[in-house]
């Protein structure tokens, strides 16, 4: 997904509060400055781990998961 994708989300009524979570392989702060400018809430580097990914996405979903399920604890 790109900027563009982002910002057409942000716009519609229907997905305007939707967490947008960006990944990159870039570590680089441009990348992590133009995802949040588009739109996206938070950004995730790669390599990222599982337990990562999991705290991000309950951040953004509306029923919280209290705990991260040990399958994804390293």
């Avoid at 990562?52 to 399920?69: S, W």
Wanted: charged letters at 25%.
């Amino acid at each position: 997904m790109d900027g563009r994708v982002a910002r057409r989300l942000r716009r519609d009524p229907a997905t305007t509060n939707m967490g947008i979570i960006a990944m990159t392989a870039l570590a680089v702060r441009d990348d992590h400055v133009r995802a949040r400018h588009a739109g996206c809430d938070a950004v995730l580097i790669k390599p990222v781990l599982p337990k990562a990914i999991v705290e991000t996405v309950c951040r953004y979903v509306e029923r919280p998961v209290v705990g991260v399920p040990a399958l994804f604890q390293v």
